[in-house]
């Protein structure tokens, strides 16, 4: 199962650090995957969600590729990302889409066997006893895996 933090956020959703790279860092620290959002402009990567917002340079999404799960957020970061090795998705409000390494990724709410279910709500039919033991989730992506692993060990 993988746990992946949403946008780095694990242990409960934090707006003011959500895709910073040092909060991404810390989630790979605690042995957690990552989502987060990329944008490129003029040449620059950039991490944030509705807006590029912190610098990076490309060595750092190559050195925690095997962690990543690259959102891009703009045409120019699609043009960029697949002309890489990285692992990356496009999405908006499509229920479902693959990702450049064939996972099946959901839109929330969304449960289809053998895909990355995407912030299930709290009260969600995610957490239905019935639907965890009757669908094969590859892995989850959710602001607060802490809750999640509890469900996973029940």
């Not at 807006?51 to 490309?58: L, T």
């Not at 060595?59 to 960029?80: D, G, Q, R």
Request: charged content about 20%; overall charge negative; hydrophobic content about 40%.
């Amino acid at each position: 199962m993988r746990l992946i933090a949403h946008r780095g956020n694990w242990a409960g959703k934090q707006l003011e650090f959500e895709n910073r790279p040092d909060y991404i860092l810390s989630a790979v620290k605690y042995g957690y995957d990552a989502e987060v959002d990329l944008w490129l402009q003029n040449d620059i990567q950039y991490l944030g969600h509705d807006a590029p917002e912190y610098s990076i340079n490309e060595m750092f999404l190559i050195n925690l590729n095997k962690n990543l799960w690259i959102h891009a957020k703009n045409i120019a970061a699609i043009e960029w990302l697949s002309k890489t090795n990285l692992h990356w998705f496009w999405h908006e409000n499509d229920k479902i889409t693959m990702t450049n390494k064939g996972y099946i990724w959901t839109y929330p709410e969304v449960f289809i066997s053998n895909s990355i279910i995407n912030q299930p709500s709290d009260n969600s039919l995610f957490w239905n006893d019935k639907l965890w033991k009757n669908t094969d989730f590859i892995g989850i992506c959710h602001d607060d895996l802490n809750s999640c692993k509890t469900k996973f060990s029940q």
